[in-house]
């Protein structure tokens, strides 16, 4: 499975940086990261909001950068594919 088929042709995000980021700018990102990224991710919850979205929240927590990042993402269940439309990273204290 491609990236391609996980981010719903709509998708846009709020990055962390707050910087908006559309679905081709997203995609040329991901494939052009030099490295691994050492994220734990923490308090993971998914609510299906009806049979086709679901929004999933949960605490990222780069390991190399000690940055904490509250994290929010829409899925909607489309061309037979469950597809990020959403995404929203906002940074944090890690006592969240």
Not at 46 to 63: C, F, G, Q, R, W
Request: with cysteine.
């Amino acid at each position: 499975m491609n990236i391609e088929n996980r981010l719903s042709v709509d998708f846009h995000e709020y990055g962390k940086s707050g910087v908006i980021h559309n679905r081709d700018r997203t995609i040329a990102m991901l494939l052009n990261l030099q490295n691994n990224r050492n994220i734990t991710i923490k308090n993971f919850s998914a609510i299906l909001l009806n049979k086709n979205v679901v929004i999933a929240h949960y605490l990222s927590h780069e390991t190399d950068t000690a940055q904490y990042t509250l994290r929010t993402s829409i899925w909607k269940f489309e061309d037979g594919f469950w597809k990020m439309f959403f995404h929203q990273g906002t940074p944090c204290s890690h006592s969240q």
